[in-house]
């Protein structure tokens, strides 16, 4: 994934991310704000060697700083903590006392820290007292086997105020895990989306000429206000539909022998007849004389978009009920635009396009038109765009951003 790329998907998946990370402060923060207050208390133990008379050495210290770390965890073996829930009637488990014990060694000392934390400070204090008494009393009762005595330096007393619970912590671990959660999952969205994300993605996958961007259109009311190049000639879509009418000549030649353009898109619902139909406008503005043929003998659409009956058109033609094809031919209210809607519905359209007929309608058009555009199917949902792109002398692909896959 490139600098660009991830800049790309940056911009669009940004208000994900931060969503995420405000979420996670919020919910994290409530959930802190909720947990029962627990509170600390310690115990202060003496570790010393046990020894004969003379001069204590500067060995017998070193010594009795290892027993304090041997004896560190001594305190919470089952033994002990056997002993201390008896001793003191405490409501715990052995399991349940050991996960609310910490026993350590400061460095460099002969001490033993007994901390306990328990949902009451009282609680917590006898806790502590009780567990540094019944090791006390197990390690007297090994005196053979312990060569250290244990001596109790300072006693637990219940704490005036809770733990802290760290909110400010909390709250920014909470937003940095979901942060972290929903970049994983728009990582995971965009790996397996395969869908044509821009022109350029377009341009490498197909090698074909990018002819123009057209930004998606608001909420439609009808067909008819599909035609934005004449709705609202001043538009952005207007100019990008303007645009295309450029590109579309320069590229494919359009003159006296390449008039018969052909306008298909991968799969339904991804623009080709709003393309088909504003680019006739476009060119019927610009002084062209243009014909709108409706080959998608399937779902035909074209009629609603113009405004114009269906009850004949090309397949009327096509099954030879009527040889003329200039009196089936409708002029629309649009500047030097006529339409040829598609006509009655058919069972056999792949075979009635691919036919001689068909190859002689669209030669009278030819002769006809400046400009004759065909709106087909979905190339790759039937094979009628593959049969009328025998015919044509220019091909169009519409592809919807975020919708038409490369696979």
């Not at 770390?69 to 073996?77: D, G, I, K, Q, Y």
């Not at 096509?318 to 069972?347: F, I, K, Q």
Request: hydrophobic fraction near 45%; charged fraction near 20%.
């Amino acid at each position: 994934m490139d600098l660009e790329q991830s800049l790309r998907i940056g911009r669009r998946w940004w208000w994900l991310v931060i969503s995420a990370a405000v979420l996670g402060g919020v919910a994290t923060y409530l959930i802190s704000t909720r947990i029962t207050p627990s509170y600390e208390a310690r115990t202060t133990l003496l570790v010393v060697q046990r020894q004969g008379e003379g001069v204590v050495q500067l060995n017998d210290l070193q010594t009795a700083e290892r027993l304090a770390n041997t004896f560190s965890r001594l305190v919470t073996l089952r033994p002990v903590l056997d002993r201390s829930i008896q001793d003191g009637n405490l409501p715990f488990d052995a399991t349940g006392l050991a996960i609310r014990l910490n026993v350590t060694n400061p460095r460099g000392t002969q001490l033993l820290v007994v901390t306990a934390r328990a949902s009451s400070p009282e609680l917590a204090a006898r806790i502590s007292n009780t567990v540094a008494r019944a090791f006390i009393s197990s390690n007297e009762a090994a005196l053979t086997s312990r060569p250290g005595q244990v001596s109790v330096v300072e006693e637990a007393l219940p704490s005036g105020s809770p733990v802290s619970q760290r909110l400010l912590l909390n709250t920014a671990l909470g937003m940095v895990l979901f942060a972290l959660a929903a970049t994983v999952i728009v990582t995971v969205i965009e790996y397996l989306d395969d869908t044509v994300k821009s022109g350029e993605k377009a341009l490498e996958q197909t090698g074909l000429p990018i002819l123009a961007r057209i930004e998606q259109f608001g909420r439609l009311r009808n067909a008819r206000e599909q035609l934005q190049a004449a709705n609202r000639p001043r538009s952005t879509i207007a100019e990008a539909y303007r645009a295309a009418r450029t590109n579309l000549s320069y590229a494919i030649n359009l003159g006296q022998d390449r008039r018969l353009v052909l306008i298909t898109s991968p799969g339904l619902g991804e623009g080709k007849t709003t393309t088909t139909a504003n680019l006739a406008i476009v060119f019927g503005l610009a002084g062209h004389r243009v014909c709108v043929v409706d080959t998608d003998l399937r779902r035909p659409t074209m009629h609603k978009v113009f405004g114009i009956d269906n009850a004949t058109g090309l397949t009327t033609l096509l099954l030879a009920r009527e040889r003329d094809v200039g009196r089936l031919l409708v002029r629309s209210l649009y500047t030097n635009v006529t339409v040829l809607p598609s006509g009655p519905m058919t069972p056999n359209p792949s075979e009635l396009l691919g036919s001689a007929r068909m190859r002689e309608i669209l030669d009278g058009l030819r002769d006809r038109f400046d400009v004759v555009l065909m709106d087909s199917p979905p190339a790759l949902v039937v094979t009628d765009a593959s049969v009328l792109g025998m015919l044509s002398d220019g091909l169009v692909i519409v592809a919807r951003a975020g919708k038409t896959r490369i696979g």
